[in-house]
Each structure stands twice: as C-alpha cells, then as structure tokens.
C-alpha cells in the first residue's frame, strides 16, 4: 500500500484554472500506475484521468479531455493534474489514487491493490 496526500483544491469561477498534487509517500521504486477520481454530491465516484509509471499511457474521461492535463515527476512520487476552462459540473471531491496496473486502478469494484487519498475539494462557481 501506499500513502496519498492531494492538494490544491479550492473555490474558482468558471474559467478558471486549478493544479492538484498528489504526493506519495509508498516504498522507493514502486511503479505504480496513478490517476484522479472525483465524487460531486449525490453521484458515485467517476473516473478523470490516468497515467502510467512512465507517463507514456494517459487516458481521460470525454468530460474533461481537452480541458485537464495530468503528468507526474516520478524522483519526486507525485503526480499532478492541471485543471482549466473548469465548469460548475467539475465540482467535487477529487481523489488520487494509485494501482500497480491501470486494471485495477479502474476496477468498479473494492480492490485492496488500490489506494486512495483523503480527497480535496473542488468548487467552480458560475
């Protein structure tokens, strides 16, 4: 398992732009597979974006392709998501996780290969 602690959520307007951080603190030189989740009220958990250990695999979900942009510095165990043209329906607890495989970071079900973060709060007001 592994520790993850986001960062950089907060209150912007439409339009706007937002950074989230993910740090994690998991055994040196775990290749993990890493991405962002988010939960608006009263929906379930959704998939946002994906990147493989070597950043060469990324995927995103339509709602926010063209719009997000996650990379991650490795030397570093973060991984990072750059959030512009942010609309009120992005609002949410965003979550970072991370799994050995993107399998299982994606897996509908309880998966214990999986961690997750405490999540942060993302508000975009109209």
């Known amino acids: 398992q592994v520790q993850l602690v986001e960062a950089g959520g907060g209150l912007v307007q439409a339009g706007g732009s937002l950074r989230l951080s993910c740090v994690g603190s998991?055994?040196?030189?775990?290749?993990?597979?890493m991405g962002w989740f988010r939960q608006a009220p009263g929906e379930e958990r959704e998939f946002v974006a994906s990147i493989t250990w070597s950043g060469g695999g990324i995927h995103y979900a339509d709602s926010v392709k063209g719009r997000f942009s996650i990379s991650r510095e490795n030397a570093k165990n973060t991984v990072f998501l750059q959030m512009n043209s942010l609309k009120p329906e992005d609002t949410g607890v965003y979550y970072c996780?991370?799994?050995?495989?993107?399998?299982?970071?994606?897996?509908?079900?309880?998966?214990?290969?999986?961690?997750w973060g405490q999540g942060t709060q993302v508000t975009v007001s109209s």
């Open positions: 998991g055994r040196s030189g775990s290749m993990y597979a």
């Open positions: 996780a991370a799994a050995p495989t993107l399998g299982e970071l994606g897996y509908t079900g309880n998966s214990r290969e999986r961690s």
